[in-house]
């Protein structure tokens, strides 16, 4: 569910009604596009009462898709099963290389926390294919 707020800013007490309207609509996951501003006090009230994962993005984050980009290499969830695949090669988790959580492809991606990201870009040397965990 995507929901769109173009006030000035976002505060605490907006939280609750978004909050109910999300849960009345049967949310699991949710994109927040802010106008301006949220407050640090509203994020937090955002996080802890939602039992799904909410990102907020600010408009100005959504003017061009940086996944889409030319010179953007090619993001993709591993899925769950085949993460005993990438685990042959590096072993564990803390051997593969982290990318945030809140790296914007990350967020784009719609990834969560342990999860691992396939990243392929075009190197002079040829097609470059890494993993990544998302901590």
């Known amino acids: 569910m995507i929901v769109s707020y173009a006030v000035n800013e976002i505060k605490k007490g907006d939280v609750h009604p978004?909050?109910?309207?999300?849960?009345?609509?049967?949310?699991?996951?949710a994109f927040l596009i802010v106008a301006h501003k949220i407050t640090p006090g509203a994020t937090k009230v955002l996080k802890s009462l939602t039992s799904f994962p909410i990102e907020v993005f600010y408009e100005?984050?959504?003017?061009?898709?940086v996944l889409k980009h030319e010179m953007s290499p090619r993001y993709e969830i591993v899925p769950p099963e085949s993460h005993a695949e990438v685990f042959r090669t590096f072993a564990s988790a803390d051997k593969l290389p982290r990318i945030r959580s809140q790296d914007i492809?990350?967020?784009?991606?719609?990834?969560?926390?342990?999860?691992i990201l396939k990243i392929t870009s075009m190197q002079s040397t040829g097609i470059v294919v890494?993993?990544?965990?998302?901590h």
């Open 130 to 134: 890494e993993y990544k965990f998302v």
């Open 105 to 115: 492809a990350v967020r784009y991606l719609g990834a969560s926390r342990n999860s």
């Open 60 to 65: 100005w984050q959504l003017i061009s898709n």
């Open 18 to 29: 978004l909050i109910q309207q999300l849960d009345k609509n049967g949310a699991t996951a």
